[in-house]
């Protein structure tokens, strides 16, 4: 079993859409969590970074991490075509930079 | 600021020869890591370099090695490549707070293909 579970998709939402992303993880280690953000031909850019349970919010973009239940989300309000790429969440621990990917969603979001 | 800058952006090798790529790092950063970026296995950890010091690493052959030099840019070499060492190489950089994993800030990868 992975330590992070992420859903590949694809998944294809209309302009407008509340897009709801998600990945469940195994190991109590991870503290710090992390979504990116990969357009095709790039490499991956942060979007959001948080540490303790509850809820973080950037523009249109909201993480919510829920450690209890070892599940992270990333809600992204009024979805726009350049929103289109895919979307990975990563995990570290307590020291140094290692961090533990999902295999990233991919979103397509339709004009 | 200039971001993580990797070189070269693309390479065609043949099975059996060797590789190396480039990374400078964000400027003040001072852990470099390396990840492996395939369709089938997702983003794998490769290495991480501190202070020209390898920190940690993932569960990869010995043919994969790095090193980091004192102005913080790193490289890594692949020997003896096979076909399934395919794949975009990416470099991250982070500040490193010191109080648990850092965000890691991306190169644009290096892709490798092996013939």
């Not at chain 1, 991870?30 to 357009?39: A, D, L, V």
């Not at chain 1, 239940?69 to 020291?95: E, H, N, V, W």
């Not at chain 2, 952006?9 to 470099?32: A, D, E, N």
């Not at chain 2, 850092?102 to 490798?112: A, E, I, Q, V, Y």
Request: proline letters at 5%; one cysteine or more; a positive charge.
């Amino acid at each position: 079993q992975k330590e992070v579970e992420q859903d590949p998709g694809p998944l294809s939402v209309p302009e407008g859409a509340i897009v709801s992303l998600n990945c469940t993880y195994s190991n109590s280690a991870f503290q710090y969590f992390m979504w990116y953000r990969q357009y095709s031909r790039k490499g991956p850019e942060l979007l959001m970074y948080t540490y303790s349970s509850g809820n973080k919010e950037d523009g249109r973009f909201t993480a919510q991490v829920d450690k209890s239940s070892k599940y992270i989300s990333l809600f992204i309000r009024d979805s726009q075509p350049s929103d289109s790429a895919t979307y990975l969440c990563a995990m570290g621990g307590t020291s140094g930079s290692r961090l533990t990917f999902g295999e990233g969603t991919q979103l397509t979001v339709n004009p | 600021k200039a971001g993580v800058t990797q070189t070269p952006r693309y390479l065609i090798k043949t099975r059996g020869q060797q590789v190396t790529l480039s990374c400078s790092p964000i400027s003040g950063h001072r852990s470099v890591s390396w990840y492996q970026q395939t369709p089938g296995q997702g983003l794998q950890f490769l290495f991480e370099y501190f202070s020209e010091t390898q920190r940690n690493k993932g569960n990869f052959p010995g043919r994969f090695s790095g090193r980091q030099f004192s102005n913080s840019r790193s490289e890594m070499n692949v020997s003896t490549l096979e076909l399934g060492d395919s794949a975009l190489y990416l470099c991250a950089s982070s500040s490193d707070l010191g109080r648990g994993a850092s965000p890691l800030h991306f190169g644009n990868g290096t892709r490798l293909t092996v013939t």
